[in-house]
Every structure is written in C-alpha cells, then in structure tokens.
C-alpha cells in the first residue's frame, strides 16, 4: 500500500514567520513529488513540483526532497495570512498521484 | 500553464437521478485523465484512472457500475453518477497529465455533488 502521512495540523505561525510543513512517503519508486495548497471549497493548485534530491527554491517557497530518508517538506518564508490552506503533499510517477491527508496552517495576523 | 476545465461547478440532484461531470483538457492533450473524490476535512482519493480509447481503471472499492467513465477523445473525459444517493455527495475532481510538464498534474476546478 503506497502511503503518503502528513500531520495533519493545525499548524498556526505568526505573520512573517517561516512555516515548514513535513511529508513522508512509503513507495521508494516515486519519483516525483508535489505540493498542493487548497483552499476550503476549492480544488487543489500545485506550488512546488521536486524531482531530486536537495533544495528547490521558488519565491518564498522552497521544497527539499531527501529520497534517502523519504522525506519531504515545504518551507514558506515570511508567512502570510493568504497562506492560510491546507497543504496537500503527493508522490508518484508512472503511477497517479498518492496525496497525504493534509496539514492545516493557519497564518494568524 | 496546462488548464483543465471541469464542468459544472456544482450540481444538485435527486436521488436515484444520474449525474454527468465533464473533464477536458483545453490546451494539451491528455492520454490519461484521474478522477478524484474527496469528502469534507479528508483528502482526495483517487477514484479511477481515465485512458483515452479504453476502459478506465478503477481503484479497489468503487464500484465501476455505478461510475462511469468515458475517454472518447484526447481531450474530454466524463464521470457519470448513475443512481446517485445523498452518500455519493461529495467533491468530485479531475485531473489531468500534462506530458509537456515532467509528471506534471493539472486539477480541474472541482464539482460540488449535493444527492438530496
């Protein structure tokens, strides 16, 4: 069963803040890896796509994937209360998308 | 970017009615389309995988009878409710593979099914 957990939050950080945001994932053959914010009532939109190991950096977001220790995680920097989503982590490659349950953050002004 | 627009946004209907949602691609062409339901405060789990000139492959414990996909053509997948019950309301969700994008995934915008 390919899994992926997130801790499913809340996770509240004050304005300006930095918020990190982990994943781990069961399948070793991912090869690529996303994180989604959605928005209550809304559909899911992609903020970072990461492919290999290390960082990848995209604004004030900056996802790293550690394919050794399975382990994803997504950093917004100086938080805002837009911010505020839950954040869907997913895994896959030839495979569809395995998402996580979400964590909850709340960017609290 | 990759769009995929899914229509319509939000539908209500009555039991024992069937319900069509379309999904389509408006600028690439999708071999493979993903159909996703997801009830309130949970995440999205993957119903069915689309392939356009075949038929779809569902995942364990959806009942292919009751959902219907079709991918007649590299741009259009529908997913039609047939029967539907007040337990089938939910948030039903396309997306699509943008080969174009490495892996990349498109979400369409979402239906709201509300089974009254």
Redesign the interface.
């Known amino acids: 069963q390919k899994e992926v957990e997130q801790n499913s939050g809340p996770l509240s950080v004050p304005e300006g803040a930095i918020a990190s945001l982990n994943c781990t994932y069961s399948d070793r053959g991912s090869q690529s890896f996303f994180w989604y914010r959605q928005y209550s009532g809304k559909s899911p939109e992609l903020i970072m796509s990461i492919y290999s190991n290390g960082d990848k950096e995209d604004g004030r977001f900056t996802a790293q994937l550690n394919k050794a220790s399975q382990y994803v995680s997504l950093l917004i920097r100086d938080s805002q209360p837009s911010d505020s989503a839950t954040y869907l982590c997913a895994g896959g490659g030839n495979t569809p998308l395995v998402f996580g349950k979400g964590t909850r953050l709340s960017v609290i002004a | 970017g990759a769009v995929v627009s ?1 229509h319509p946004s939000w539908v209500i209907c009555k039991s024992g009615t069937s319900v069509k949602i379309e999904c389509r691609s408006l600028d690439f062409q999708a071999t493979t389309m ?1 159909w996703y339901r997801q009830f309130p405060k ?3 789990m ?1 119903m069915a ?1 689309s392939n356009e000139g075949s038929k779809a492959t569902y995942e364990q414990g959806v009942e292919k009878d009751k959902f219907l996909i079709n991918h007649a053509s590299l741009t259009l997948s529908t997913l039609t409710v047939t029967s539907a019950h007040p337990e089938d309301s939910s ?1 039903y ?1 396309c ?1 699509a593979r943008d080969l174009r994008d ?9 239906t ?1 099914l509300t089974v009254v």
């Open positions: 899914q993903f949970q995440s999205l993957l995988t948030f969700i997306s490495y892996y990349g995934y498109t979400f369409g915008s979402g709201r």
